[in-house]
């Protein structure tokens, strides 16, 4: 007698159609619905692009070695960077970097923008810290066990940019990706061992965060000041240092928070290294020759094609082909050849879902471009030339 019952509880709770069917009137809350107006999409021509490293390891770090930020600013300076975040372990110091790497006497530059920052290091995985003044470290270091509700109120505290590191394998990132404004999809010169964190990005992307992609080297160990002073990872300065990757920010001026803002906005495309080409993405709306808007800039899909375009701007190999692919929502949606020279660029249409959100994202395999400083590293980079962060339609801004 009770399963009568029991259905009959069902029938009452409206759970259950008196024809046995399953009630087919429900409405998901979260379904995506046309988004509000979007903020307009920023000037395309008034900025400029900045490149530089986000994930470095000086003598502050104590797994470093023969790296101080004197050799690290330097080199950087060498090949042409126009900033840098040096994020030595903050559990090195117990989290006080704000006495040990920021007020090192070494922490100045004239060229080179330099970052305040911090590997934020815990148990459940660390994060890189990106800020353009000086916060208060300690306070993050502070509540990195505690529960993410505890640790968000504090980031926004700090109004600091909280970044993913290393997202899979070791040490990977255990805290919720709605704490974080970006996330490490290219660490250290192995493309090869970003395939999973690559795969999460495009999940979070899929889910609707709208989460910059950016690179950093991880670099940890400098060139020794004389040959007894060699260690047994001093072989990794000639395969992965300052630059491999290389993350450029389109930036509206040359200043820390400018750099901060565009990291922040995904107006970013991660390079193997400072002197290869830069992934650049654009959208044309109207179809009217002329592009309206680059990757991290989102939009409202108008139900009507939208004609996209890939071009490599920097030092490609003229005639070498360069294979562009395309990726919508997650999955393969086009691969294109291109050819090197003078102009490196190609073109490809589609529409966007509308309703519903779209974002599209592109990965460059070609030859390595030579990066005689660091002369290890393009071996292992592979085939991989650089990536594109998204261009979005329909993302609601306020996720």
């Known amino acids: 007698m009770r399963f009568p019952i029991f259905l009959a509880g069902l029938m009452m709770a409206g759970l259950l ?26 000037s395309l021509s008034d900025g400029f692009w900045l490149k530089g490293d986000l994930h470095l390891h000086s003598r502050h770090s104590k797994d470093s070695s023969n790296n101080s930020e004197a050799k690290i600013i330097a080199f950087a300076e060498s090949v042409g960077m126009d900033y840098l975040c040096i994020t030595d372990h903050d559990n090195h ?29 815990t148990t459940r995985g660390h994060g890189n810290v990106f800020s353009a003044r000086p916060y208060d470290h300690q306070r993050l270091y502070d509540v990195r066990d505690q529960r993410d509700i505890v640790i968000e109120a504090v980031k926004k505290e700090l109004g600091i940019h909280l970044s993913a590191n290393h997202p899979s394998g070791k040490d990977h990132f255990g805290f919720s990706y709605d704490l974080v404004d970006s996330i490490e999809v290219w660490n250290s010169a192995v493309w090869s061992k970003n395939a999973n964190a690559i795969m999460i990005w495009d999940d979070m992307l899929s889910s609707g965060r709208k989460l910059t992609g950016r690179g950093g080297s991880d670099s940890h160990h400098g060139t020794p000041d004389s040959p007894e002073l060699a260690t047994k990872n001093t072989y990794q300065r000639q395969a992965n240092y300052v630059g491999t990757p290389t993350t450029w920010v389109f930036a509206k001026e040359r200043t820390l928070q400018s750099v901060v803002d565009a990291l922040t906005n ?22 009217d020759g002329k592009m309206d808007m680059m990757m991290g800039d989102n939009a409202k899909a108008t139900g009507k094609p939208v004609n996209f375009r890939i071009q490599l701007t920097g030092n ?14 997650g999955n393969p949606f086009s691969t294109l050849q291109a050819i090197g020279g003078k102009t490196t660029a190609v073109e490809f249409t589609d529409t ?12 460059v395999e070609g030859p390595q471009t030579t990066y005689p400083q660091v002369p290890g590293s393009m071996a292992l980079s592979g085939n991989m030339v650089g990536l594109s962060n998204p261009i979005y339609f329909n993302f609601d801004p306020n996720f």
């Open 17 to 42: 159609c008196t024809s046995g069917q399953a009630q087919t009137d429900h409405i998901n809350p979260w379904t995506p619905v046309e988004v509000a107006p979007l903020p307009p999409i920023a």
């Open 93 to 121: 110091v117990q989290g006080d970097v704000a006495h040990n790497t920021w007020t090192d006497p070494e922490f100045k530059s004239n060229s080179v923008l330099l970052l305040y920052g911090a590997e934020w290091t």
């Open 266 to 287: 995904g107006r970013v495309a991660v390079s193997a290294n400072p002197y290869a080409p830069r992934v650049e993405f654009y959208a044309d709306l109207d179809q």
């Open 316 to 329: 490609t190999v003229v005639g070498a082909s360069y294979t562009v692919h395309v990726v919508k929502d």
């Open 352 to 363: 966007p879902k509308q309703p519903g959100r779209t974002y599209y994202r592109v990965e």
